[in-house]
């Protein structure tokens, strides 16, 4: 059988997927040529189409054939009284089956992978079906009896940086009531309660949905102003598709462009700086297996066991936090603003640790 036949067959059966859904070789043969107007193929199309099935039908060595089919009793009209009942073959293609037949392992590893990353995000969301995702990739690879892929797809997880902290919390519903949105092309209500406890109703056009750092943010722009906003999904209650109002959507927008002009989600909070700070032996690694940006560069300090390190950086909320992480081995040189904002916080901190009265029974 040719590639094209092939492809042709698989086309025309691509509704068929069900033997509620099946069809018999005329019907097949009517859609395969419509030069027919009283609905009869001739005997030769109808020969060729059965051969054909007869191929996809069968099995090819570990693999269960391509199209199935049930056998359904014909009735018998007065005409054909007392002749035997003649049973009729109806075709489905599954759905699983084409890709069963031709994924090869290594996509099928790939996409346990990519559920892996995308299941710890999204995996609530119906439309994505990851949990069949993750089936007809094991079922390929089982099929392929790769005992190399088969231990590589038993053996590599995924997980979040940081301290195992858990996912933030969604309520039921509203991550798909998000994706819903956005499939349907519809902007979206819901009630966001803010931190404090202040909690606000708001109609929006959805304009992606990105997980970072353990939490869902949606992305999303108010009527036609151009301003992104950023809205925690676990903050979000009784969230509804606005089916009466279309999503729009900024001229040009690209999620991806977006995340990499706003250093991943990073929320700039002024002008670009240039980094100069010292490292110590002890956290020097920190910034050679992930550089602070592709301008860094590392040079040997004057203090022994120390080293300068200097990149053009965004100046973003996490700059802080990421300075206070390393703790005593680091210590910033420029600018001298952030030097300065880096000494108060840490004269901060050492009032939230200071025990009262412990200066008094060290003098005793």
Known sequence: MQVSVLV??????SVNTSAETAITARDIALKWDKRYPDGEPDESTL?????????????????????EYEEFQISITPKLQGKKAREVRH??????????????????VNLL???????QSLGGIKQLGLNRVKSIASDVIDLKKSDELRRIAS???????????????????????????????????FTYVKPNGESKKHTVNPLGLVSKDGAIYLIATKGSDPKKIHFALQRVIDADVASRSPRIVPLGFDLDQYIEETHQLSHPIGEG????LEANDEALFHFVERPL??????????????????AEIPNTILLMPFLMSMLKNVRVIEPLSLRKEVANMIEQMKENYSIPGADELHRI
């Open 8 to 13: 042709k067959l698989l086309s025309i059966m």
């Open 47 to 67: 020969r060729q189409v059965q051969r054909y099935m007869n191929e996809l039908t069968a099995s090819i060595e570990d693999l269960p054939p391509l199209i």
């Open 91 to 108: 075709f489905y293609l599954p759905p699983d089956r084409v890709v069963k037949w031709f994924m090869t392992e290594q996509a099928a």
């Open 113 to 119: 992978l990519t559920g892996q990353v995308v299941g």
């Open 155 to 189: 053996s590599i997880r995924i997980v979040q940086d940081g301290l195992g902290r858990l996912r933030a919390t969604i309520r039921p519903g509203i991550l798909q009531t998000m994706m819903d949105s956005i499939i349907s092309d519809k902007a979206v209500s």
């Open 273 to 276: 700086i240039q980094l100069v």
């Open 293 to 310: 940006a592709r301008t860094q560069k590392i040079e040997k300090s004057r203090t022994k066991k120390w080293h300068k390190i200097t």
